[in-house]
């Protein structure tokens, strides 16, 4: 008798492609700019934000085709998330932005459970599983997932090394960031003329947490007269390491 589970089997090389991606950095970066891009590769198109800061102005200006729906509070996250993964939509890419403000509502939403009054542990372990249940379902879902969200600088109290990474809150910063694909983060840097420009750094830093896992180089910058990198620039780093390696 065959195996029932070689139904499901499948090469490699289908699933080498970006399923989940946290863009983090300071505010102003570009950082939901870089994400809607998507838009402009057929395979990702159309694009939803899910506006949960209020930090999608801009983006229309650049990307016209790009959809937005404001998310203001856990409910009403809570309602999307299980309308994204259960009903008949058009999107092939979503973008949460921004994530650790998700989890703050979601904090506020699990501290004023009756059970969870008197026990902040309680809350927190709410917390922790719904931060981690949200983004191993969107990492699964059949869109691409992007997550945009704060940095944060953390020092070592033994060496005094500082050390930056995504916001997230609670114990789920350890747990979080193993799922995605992909973590890169927004920053500026001087052009060989001294001039600001946006890159995304998805590669090795002695100071900077990051995750790559498609060979890229560590740092990805805009092509042509561009003000910072796109999707697209993500999508022909990815093809071309995939060449490299065969």
């Known amino acids: 008798m065959t195996a029932e589970f070689l139904k499901a089997v499948k090469k490699a090389t289908s699933v080498d492609k970006i399923n989940s991606m946290i863009i983090f950095g300071e505010y102003?970066?570009?950082?939901?700019?870089?994400?809607?891009s998507a838009t402009e590769i057929e395979d990702y198109a159309p694009v939803l934000i899910v506006d949960i800061e209020g930090s999608a102005a801009g983006v229309g200006r650049l990307y016209p085709d790009v959809d937005v729906v404001e998310v203001d509070s856990y409910e009403k996250l809570e309602a999307l998330r299980v309308s994204l993964?259960?009903?008949?939509?058009?999107?092939?890419?979503?973008?949460?932005?921004?994530?650790?403000?998700?989890?703050?509502?979601?904090?506020?939403?699990?501290?004023q459970k009756p059970e969870n009054i008197n026990n902040k542990f309680g809350a927190w372990a709410d917390l922790k599983e719904w931060s981690i249940q949200f983004m191993r379902e969107m990492h699964h879902a059949p869109f691409l997932a992007v997550f945009i969200a704060h940095?944060?600088?953390?020092?070592?109290?033994?060496t005094?090394?500082?050390?930056?990474?995504?916001?997230?809150?609670?114990?789920?910063?350890?747990?979080?960031?193993?799922?995605?694909?992909?973590?890169?983060?927004?920053?500026?840097?001087?052009?060989?003329d001294g001039n600001?420009?946006?890159?995304?750094?998805?590669?090795r830093s002695s100071s900077i947490i990051t995750k790559n896992r498609f060979g890229l180089p560590d740092i990805i910058g805009p092509s042509g007269d561009a003000q910072g990198p796109t999707l697209t620039d993500i999508q022909r780093e990815i093809l071309i390491a995939k060449e490299g390696k065969k």
């Open 151 to 158: 940095s944060q600088t953390e020092k070592d109290d033994n």
């Open 28 to 36: 102003g970066v570009g950082k939901t700019i870089l994400a809607a």
């Open 85 to 111: 993964l259960k009903d008949e939509h058009p999107y092939k890419t979503v973008i949460f932005d921004t994530y650790n403000v998700g989890q703050n509502r979601a904090e506020k939403f699990f501290k």
């Open 196 to 203: 600001p420009v946006r890159v995304l750094r998805v590669g």
């Open 160 to 192: 005094g090394k500082l050390t930056t990474t995504v916001k997230i809150s609670g114990s789920a910063k350890t747990d979080v960031p193993a799922i995605p694909d992909l973590i890169g983060y927004m920053e500026f840097v001087p052009d060989d």
